[in-house]
């Protein structure tokens, strides 16, 4: 690793490179290793290690960017001129007030040594018994299981210095019977924070529950939406809405409705970049702390989260939610909380007449932005539930409907939460989701 | 470049790898987005660096860096043979892989022009004056314009004997208008929606009248908002060539590589409906449905010479006369169907392995004109340009939206319509198209953005597709106004 003082080396020398009125250069260099099984064997096992030293230069109002992997004086002092060249030939873009300026990021703990050298033959282990866990349940499993480590830092010519080792760890398991599907996924700083054989079992018993699965015609349903569907919800929030880029275009649902309740007053969706139930992060991609922002408030849409780009266009400071310093998507909310509620998945089966139990959506997409209308297909466990009893498997159905519609119907919110890379989400039980389609597995 | 190829691969062989490939990757990129009138994004990117790729006791390892040197490159074989051997711990039948042919040569695709010595002037003036010709149009609230340009330069060498040098260059450009009132927002793209691309130089984003075309898109966008809904209906339905494409793609491009087929990707994208039991006597589509996989056209963005195993471009059948009748294939599953590799081994960069990949996945022509398709059309739909997708994991029950449709009725187009979609299941869709539209209405349409794998890959496909008719299907979802 190249600690602090040796990547912010890199950053000073790059600042001092640049002929730029204001300059940012960042820096995020790891390594990073996935282990892949399918068919109950390891079939593909990769590692990398990378780099990417991006350049941001602003002359007056014009602003060139320039990122590389090579980091050899020669090619980062490349890299800083030809930013600079850029922003010389680009034209001003008036919006652009300022790079941030300096503030001191908390501390946060995101670093964790055993998950940075977690070996092959570590991964190897852990895949091992989860293939082992679907065989005893007459299963193939496939999935992945990837440890990753990464320094990151940021500098600006105001004087912003930040740096952070963090480290990532992730697992996805699909188990597969003769005709039934399971899924479990984890995401975590460390390793340690999640248990391979506990996932493992998650999907193996679901595989084995979905076996036989029968088709029931589309239309509305109530559905219990586990939590794996209900991040789906959230990241689409994200997405469409939560930024305030899509807000000053008008493409966000919380346009013209700041103030005003969006969806049921039990709902509550925060973003929290410090919460170490989430994937803390002390800083954004501009070097600027990250805060608490609170999204929808008992229903009530309150705010969206800024980079310094779009805080600029109002006169007001960055939240902390640049994702990228290259690109025009805007600032997001990629580290969400909602709130849970006080009773069990179980309660929520046994509340429900008659409804459809989802464990996770596939390949969702947007149809309509402003509605947050999404269609999609359900995946790896689908259910038909009666008088308050799982009673059947189903088979897989597709989905159109609106996220702030959803939400403005739901009757419970379960107390257990899943931590996924964007999100906290628990399970929902909401009534009248509307299924428009079946396929035939 | 050669020394340290040969010194990776000596590595592997002394490590007792029975196969080894070496993977040098340089890419520059460049971008430059225009919104609203200000240069919100110009940015170039360069990256290189290396991936050795192994099988050793049987199984997969692989490891990659940045630093290209022969102490690194030592380290990574070191590295990847030790993965492959962690592998092997969990593993079945040991790697089995088609002969191929070592190759040794050099390659480089045609473009006429460098889009990285086009004046960065001149293509933002392009991008700003398409730009506030869409922007006078008073509802659009967002005005996008758009410019990339990548040149891959890479060399393949493995312990079979091939040395493979490659270049290209590829280049996009698109605009999208975005008009919002009250509740609705309505956008219009062109020529494609997210760009159109081409393995070509800058001649390739001069050909597209982005200029011409802008007050258009714009229009249109601002009509879309009081457009009446797309209804709910069964109708005939026509799609217009971009939306084809992606209709190609998501169909039939993903459920004939046959890693998913054997449920490599299972976890992720998903398996395929098209299993072995069906190659050769599956019902596809109609009888005037043909596709092929072809990576040796022009210009296509799944073009090359060699895949990323050293395996040659091909042009090979995958539905003939509406049977399927193949797949695309790699060195390690098309032994497992009685074949040899299809060449459709595809990385994306240095750091990435290669994977079945989409080259041109292309439905030949027919012999219609659009013009006769619609005057023969009683009551239907012409969709055109992709709005959004959606489809199961299997590759069966597919949804799409298209930006705009418009209704047919009597051989006319008439009525527009917002937010069209429509849906179906895969063979019964391709086997209700009666009408292909013929070599003067068909082009090869770039995809830029098509994902795979674990970790991720992006890879750029190519679909040449001409307007088509389809029989009874259920087209719009939303409820009507």
Redesign the interface.
């Known amino acids: 690793m190249l600690g602090r003082e040796g990547l912010l080396q890199i950053l000073e020398k790059a600042l001092s490179w640049s002929s730029a009125d204001q300059t940012q250069v960042s820096l995020g260099i790891g390594q990073s290793s996935l282990t892949r099984f399918a068919n109950n064997v390891i079939h593909q096992n990769v590692s990398q290690k990378n780099a990417s030293l991006t350049v941001k230069a602003v002359v007056g109002k014009k602003i060139g960017c320039v990122t590389t992997n090579l980091l050899d004086d020669a090619s980062v002092k490349a890299a800083v001129g030809h930013a600079v060249q850029f922003a010389h030939n680009s034209a001003e873009n008036a919006d652009f007030v300022s790079l941030p300026g300096p503030a001191p990021a908390k501390d946060v703990d995101a670093y964790d040594a055993q998950t940075a050298e977690y070996s092959p033959e570590d991964r190897a282990r852990d895949v091992g018994g989860m293939i082992g866990e679907a065989k005893r349940v007459d299963a193939v499993a496939a999935g992945q299981l990837s440890t990753a480590f990464d320094e990151t830092g940021v500098a600006n010519s105001l004087g912003l210095r930040a740096y952070e080792p963090s480290s990532k760890a992730g697992l996805t398991a699909v188990m597969t019977t003769d005709t039934g599907y399971g899924y479990a996924d984890r995401v975590a700083g460390r390793i340690s924070d999640f248990n391979p054989m506990e996932a493992a079992v998650e999907a193996a018993t679901t595989s084995v529950k979905s076996r036989n699965p029968e088709a029931i015609e589309p239309g509305e349903y109530d559905v219990v939406l586990m939590p794996y569907a209900v991040a789906e919800f959230l990241e689409f929030m994200a997405w469409l809405g939560f930024g305030a880029l899509a807000v000053q275009e008008g493409r966000s649902f919380m346009c013209g409705k700041l103030g005003e309740k969006i969806v049921g007053q039990n709902i509550n969706i925060w973003d929290d970049g410090l919460d170490p139930a989430g994937m803390p992060r002390a800083f954004d991609a501009e070097g600027v702390p990250t805060q608490r922002v609170d999204l929808i408030n008992n229903g009530v849409a309150v705010g969206p989260v800024y980079d310094s780009y779009t805080a600029g266009k109002e006169g007001r400071e960055s939240t902390g939610h640049c994702v990228s310093v290259v690109g025009t998507y805007g600032p997001m909310a990629a580290n969400m909380f909602m709130r849970p509620g006080d009773c069990s998945v179980q309660e929520m089966i046994a509340d429900t007449k008659r409804g459809v139990l989802v464990t996770r959506f596939h390949y969702t997409n947007v149809i309509h932005p402003l509605q947050v209308l999404i269609t999609g297909m359900t995946r790896d466990g689908t259910f038909l539930i009666e008088n308050g009893e799982i009673v059947k498997p189903l088979m897989n159905m597709r989905f159109t409907d609106s996220v702030l519609e959803r939400l403005s119907n739901v009757d419970m919110i379960s107390k257990e939460t899943v931590r996924q890379s964007w999100c906290v989400a628990p399970a929902i039980k909401a009534r009248g989701f509307k299924f428009t389609g079946v396929t035939e597995f | 470049m050669k020394d340290l190829t040969e010194r990776a691969l000596e590595k592997v062989r002394q490590l007792g790898a029975s196969y080894g490939d070496i993977r040098v990757v340089k890419r520059a990129s460049e971008?430059i987005?225009?919104?609203n009138g200000?240069?919100?994004?110009?940015?170039?990117?360069?990256?290189?660096?290396f991936?050795i790729r192994v099988i050793a006791d049987g199984?997969?390892?692989?490891?990659?860096?940045?630093?290209l040197n022969p102490d690194e490159i030592d380290t990574?074989a070191e590295?990847a043979v030790?993965?492959?051997r962690?592998?092997a711990?969990?593993?079945?039948a040991p790697i089995e892989l088609s002969p191929v042919e070592p190759a040794v040569g050099s390659f480089t695709a045609p473009c006429k022009r460098n889009p990285f010595e086009a004046?960065?002037?001149q293509k933002?003036q392009l991008l700003?004056d398409a730009d506030e010709i869409m922007r006078q149009v008073d509802e659009i609230?967002?005005a996008?314009s758009v410019m990339r340009f990548w040149q891959t330069d890479q060399v393949f060498a493995s312990t079979e004997g091939s040395y493979i040098e490659q270049s290209k260059t590829e280049s996009g450009i698109g605009i999208t208008a975005?008009a919002?009132s009250?509740?609705?927002?309505q956008k219009r793209s062109y020529p494609a929606a997210g760009g159109e691309h081409a393995q070509a130089g800058y001649e390739f984003v001069e050909q597209w009248d982005v200029i011409g075309n802008a007050e258009r898109i714009a229009k249109e966008a601002a009509q879309l908002l009081t457009a009446p809904q797309c209804p709910s209906d069964v109708r005939t339905l026509i799609l217009e060539s971009s939306m084809l494409a992606l209709q190609v793609h998501e169909s039939c491009g993903h459920p004939i590589e046959l890693d998913r087929v054997?449920?490599?990707?299972?976890?992720?994208a998903?398996t395929s409906?098209l299993t072995p039991d069906k190659l050769g006597n599956f019902r596809y589509g109609s009888d005037i449905v043909n596709i092929v996989a072809d990576s040796t056209i022009p210009g296509g963005l799944g073009t090359f010479f060699y895949d990323d195993e050293g395996v040659s471009a091909q042009c090979v059948d995958i539905i003939k006369d509406g049977t399927f009748v193949g797949y695309l294939t790699s060195r390690e599953t098309a032994p497992q169907i009685g074949q040899s590799s299809s060449g459709a081994m595809r990385a994306d960069g240095w750091?990435?392995?290669p994977l079945i990949r989409m080259t041109n996945i292309n439905l030949q022509p027919g012999d219609w004109t659009l013009d006769e398709m619609i005057r023969d059309t009683e009551k239907g739909l012409f969709a055109e340009m992709v709005?959004?997708?959606?489809?199961?994991?299997?590759r069966?029950?597919f949804?799409f939206?298209t930006e705009v449709a418009y209704d047919i009725e009597d051989g006319s187009l008439g009525q527009m319509y917002k937010?069209p979609?429509y849906?179906g299941?895969t063979p019964e869709f391709w086997g209700s198209c009666d009408a292909i539209a013929d070599k003067d209405h068909w082009r090869v349409w770039g995809v830029d953005n098509c994902g795979k794998g674990?970790?991720g890959q992006t890879a750029h496909v190519g679909h040449g597709v001409a307007p088509s008719r389809f029989r009874n299907v259920r087209i719009g979802?939303?409820e009507e106004e």
């Open positions: 971008e987005e225009v919104k200000k240069v919100e994004n110009l940015s170039s990117d360069s990256d290189q660096g991936g199984a997969w390892g692989f490891a990659s860096s940045l630093n990574v590295l030790r993965i492959a962690a592998s711990s969990v593993q079945g004046p960065v002037e933002i700003l609230r967002v996008e975005t919002v009250e509740g609705e927002v054997f449920g490599t990707e299972a976890a992720y998903g409906f750091n990435r392995i709005g959004s997708w959606s489809i199961d994991d299997k069966l029950n949804q939206a937010n979609t849906t299941i674990q970790p979802v939303m």
